[in-house]
């Protein structure tokens, strides 16, 4: 039989069958021709729909993706080992969909909603959501105004994300990507304290079990599982399982974003989505393009991240939103949103390669992580001259944005110069200036991973760099400086540090930080 085409398999079958009324039969199920690879080719199931749900006699579920004149191609959701050829298969009526609700906070669950983690069943009211689904149109959508601020002081300062927006995180393997989106789900924290939650989902794409369970162990341990829900799709699964895990982790998401909430999603990585997505088609024998990937994994990754939005604080408008589930027409609220976060893997620093130019175009702005950067000890290592957010200063509080201006035109300045002082031998007064200055901003700027600072203290110890007040200390000693300031601020000025929070920033707060910061850095000029 393997021989045959499949137009021949099935005119085989039309003829044996011709005999029996079983056309009806045929439309609501099918009749396995061929399994292998993740892959079910199946005669019949002639009013199966794209992307419907269909179930095989052993309980195993799979997806249509492919709608031929004499046959479907089904993609399993589990291995096919069960599966045999002549096996019957039955159409379910239902789009793919996965059960939400507030008891997932706090688990680990498979792209159906299925809890994986050992602690028992998902508690509480279940609602169901298609994983594929319409973007909210313009019309449902408002200006990204509202900071999502990360912890992370070269992000808040001069690569602000606000809520609702989609930002790229990218760079080489070993880098530190994970552990940017790792920090901003940390820094929620303080948020979700407050009662002013951004509730969380970190969808782990082909990554090794042991990787999940340290990364739930780590979040555990910072007190940032109690809001996050982790999606797991491990690289021992099947190819559409981690196709899928993004859809899941955005629904989740939207959940949240439509009941009037903040959510954010975080997608490591998406390169991976995207090689699963290109097996998954070679197999379903659709022609591959630019380096094997089929034409349509640019729609891929646009239709998961448009749904990436701030929702309309109009509760009326909100409700007449674009393909909203039944399942939660009565819950829906305005002034919602859905923040993304997605991360690509580069080979070699190459961010004109396909995959990532493809999500580049689709996202509002991207992280760009260095290796050279990384080894020579800037952590994080963002290259602040080609990390860009196109929302800019309007997702900052007013106090950061009003001491952060200049600072990416320091340090592109900067590390202009540094290129160039590299070849000169003499340097005069000016150039070296702005060379020590760049250093001690570098040296601010860095920070030890999984410890994201409050936005009053990077307001504070920023401030004192682009003021250049740090000029006459020795740049190995402005890390133990910076202790020293941020404590004392927090011991004596707790009052000044509650203001900058709140984004205000006058001339007497100026005065005090300048005063505080002259006083103890006295002790540590040579």
Do not use: W
Not at 111 to 128: A, H
Not at 395 to 419: P, Y
Not at 427 to 449: A, C, F, V
Not at 478 to 490: G, H
């Amino acid at each position: 039989m393997s021989n045959l085409k499949y137009s021949e398999i099935s005119l085989i079958l039309k003829e044996q069958l011709s005999n029996f009324q079983f056309e009806s039969k045929l439309s609501e199920s099918g009749i396995v021709i061929q399994v292998g690879d993740g892959v079910a080719r199946s005669f019949g199931l002639n009013s199966a729909f794209y992307g419907e749900l269909v179930e095989f006699d052993t309980g195993t579920k799979g997806i249509v993706l492919n709608l031929e004149e004499d046959h479907v191609s089904i993609v399993l959701l589990s291995p096919s080992k069960d599966i045999k050829e002549g096996d019957i298969v039955k159409r379910t009526g239902k789009i793919f969909s996965i059960k939400v609700g507030e008891g997932m906070l706090g688990r680990v669950v498979d792209i159906l909603g299925n809890p994986i983690d050992g602690k028992g069943p998902i508690e509480g009211k279940l609602f169901d959501m298609p994983l594929e689904r319409k973007a909210p149109g313009v019309i449902y959508r408002e200006p990204v105004k509202e900071p999502l601020q990360t912890g992370i002081k070269f992000i808040d300062s001069m690569i602000p994300i606000g809520k609702g927006q989609r930002e790229l995180i990218i760079g080489d393997r070993q880098t530190g990507k994970t552990t940017i989106a790792i920090d901003t789900i940390i820094n929620q924290k303080r948020f979700y304290e407050e009662k002013n939650p951004v509730y969380c989902i970190y969808v782990a794409i082909s990554q090794k079990g042991s990787a999940i369970a340290s990364t739930f162990n780590l979040l555990q341990e910072k007190g940032a599982m109690p809001y996050t829900v982790i999606v797991s799709a491990k690289s021992s699964d099947p190819a559409s399982i981690q196709v899928f895990a993004p859809f899941s982790g955005t629904s989740i998401g939207e959940y949240f974003r439509d009941t009037g909430r903040s959510s954010l999603v975080v997608y490591d990585d998406l390169s991976k989505q995207a090689v699963s997505y290109r097996e998954i088609s070679l197999l379903l024998r659709r022609p591959p393009g630019r380096e094997a990937y089929p034409g349509d994994v640019f729609y891929l990754h646009s239709r998961l991240l448009e749904r990436a939005s701030k929702i309309i604080k109009d509760q009326k408008m909100a409700e007449k939103m674009n393909d909203i589930p039944e399942s939660i027409k009565k819950e829906v609220k305005g002034g919602g949103s859905l923040t993304a976060l997605p991360i690509i893997e580069t080979q070699s620093g190459d961010i004109s390669s396909y995959i990532p130019t493809n999500v580049i175009s689709i996202t509002d702005g991207q992280i760009f992580l260095e290796k050279d950067l990384f080894h020579s000890g800037v952590r994080p290592a963002i290259n602040e001259s080609i990390s860009v957010s196109r929302v800019g200063g309007a997702a900052q509080i007013q106090s950061m944005r009003k001491i952060s201006g200049t600072l990416k035109l320091d340090q592109a300045q900067f590390r202009e110069l540094e290129s160039f002082s590299k070849f000169g031998s003499e340097l005069d007064t000016h150039t070296m200036d702005i060379l020590k200055k760049g250093k001690i901003n570098i040296e601010i700027l860095k920070q030890s991973p999984y410890s994201p600072y409050d936005i009053a203290e990077q307001v504070a110890i920023i401030f004192i760099g682009t003021k250049n007040i740090l000029k006459n200390i020795p740049i190995d000693k402005i890390s133990i400086f910076e202790k020293e300031y941020l404590f004392y601020l927090k011991e004596k000025h707790e009052d000044l540090l509650s203001l900058l929070r709140n984004g205000f920033l006058n001339d007497k707060i100026s005065r005090t930080l300048e005063k505080v910061a002259l006083e103890l850095s006295n002790k540590y000029v040579s």
